[in-house]
C-alpha cells in the first residue's frame, strides 16, 4: 500500500461547478499535508497546505483534513477551464530524515 | 526574481555513461529537494540537503544514484552507468525554509537514456 493515494481520474466536471479531489493516507503519524498543482508539461505549484482537522480557506480552493478518517480533500469552488490540471496530494518531512511523500496525482478536466 | 534552475534541460546519453545533473535553487534557499517523475505519475522523492548536509538518501534507487551540494547552495546528481530505466524527468526543488512543505520545483532535466 502506498503511502499516499489518490484516484488517477480523469476528473471531469462543468465548467462554474465544485471539483472535489481527495486523497488518503496510511500512516498515522502524518501531521500536516499539501495540495500542488501541475499543469501539463509544468512543474508543480504549492496551492494549500493543512495540518489541522477541518477546513482550511483559500479563494476559491478548500482543503480538508480528516485525521481520524485519514483522508485530505481539496475542494475547487465555481472551477474553470484553467483549473484544468494534475492535482498532487502529499506530505512533507515528519522529522529531519524524513521523506517528501508525494501522491499519483488526479487528473482534473474543467469543461466549458 | 530568478526561480530555480536545471541543467541540461535535456540529454540523451548511450546507456552506461555517467550523467550529472545540475540545479541552482532560488538564492537564500536552505532546503534542496531531488525527485523523478514518470509520466502520469507524482514526483518520487529521491533525495534531499538542508544546506550542505544531506538528510534523507533512502529514495535514491541504488547505489549508483548519487547527490551532493557541497556549499550549500548548488546540488548536482549524478547517475553512473546509466540504464535504460533512469530515463525520467529530474526535478529540482528549493525551500527557503527546513524540511516544509513550501517548495519552489525547476522546469527539469528530461533524461532519456538509449
Known amino acids: 500500500q502506498k503511502e499516499v493515494e489518490q484516484n488517477s481520474g480523469p476528473l471531469s466536471v462543468p465548467e462554474g461547478a465544485i471539483a472535489s479531489l481527495n486523497c488518503t493516507y496510511s500512516d498515522r503519524g502524518s501531521q500536516s499535508f499539501f495540495w500542488y498543482r501541475q499543469y501539463s508539461g509544468k512543474s508543480p505549484e504549492l496551492i494549500m497546505f493543512?495540518?489541522?482537522?477541518g477546513d482550511k480557506e483559500d479563494g476559491r480552493f478548500t482543503a480538508q483534513l480528516n485525521k481520524a478518517s485519514q483522508y485530505v480533500s481539496l475542494l475547487i469552488r465555481d472551477s474553470q477551464p484553467s483549473d484544468s490540471a494534475t492535482y498532487l496530494c502529499?506530505?512533507?518531512?515528519?522529522?529531519?530524515?524524513?521523506?517528501?511523500?508525494f501522491g499519483p496525482g488526479t487528473s482534473l478536466s474543467v469543461i466549458p | 526574481g530568478a526561480g530555480v534552475s536545471q541543467s541540461p534541460r535535456y540529454k540523451v546519453t548511450k546507456r552506461g555513461q555517467d550523467v550529472a545533473l545540475r540545479c541552482d535553487p532560488i538564492?537564500?534557499?536552505?532546503?534542496l529537494y531531488w525527485y523523478r517523475q514518470a509520466l502520469g505519475q507524482g514526483p518520487e522523492f529521491l533525495t534531499y540537503f538542508n544546506y550542505e548536509a544531506q538528510q534523507d538518501k533512502s529514495g535514491l534507487p541504488n547505489d549508483r544514484f548519487s547527490a551532493e551540494r557541497p556549499e550549500g547552495s548548488i546540488s548536482t546528481l549524478t547517475i553512473q552507468r546509466t540504464e535504460q530505466r533512469d530515463s525520467a524527468m529530474y526535478r529540482c526543488?528549493?525551500?527557503?525554509?527546513?524540511?516544509?512543505?513550501?517548495?519552489?520545483f525547476g522546469p527539469g532535466t528530461r533524461l532519456t537514456v538509449t
Open positions: 502529499g506530505r512533507p518531512p515528519r522529522t529531519r530524515d524524513d521523506k517528501v511523500i
Open positions: 538564492s537564500g534557499h536552505v532546503s
Open positions: 493543512i495540518y489541522s482537522n
Open positions: 526543488a528549493s525551500s527557503p525554509r527546513l524540511d516544509s512543505y513550501e517548495q519552489y
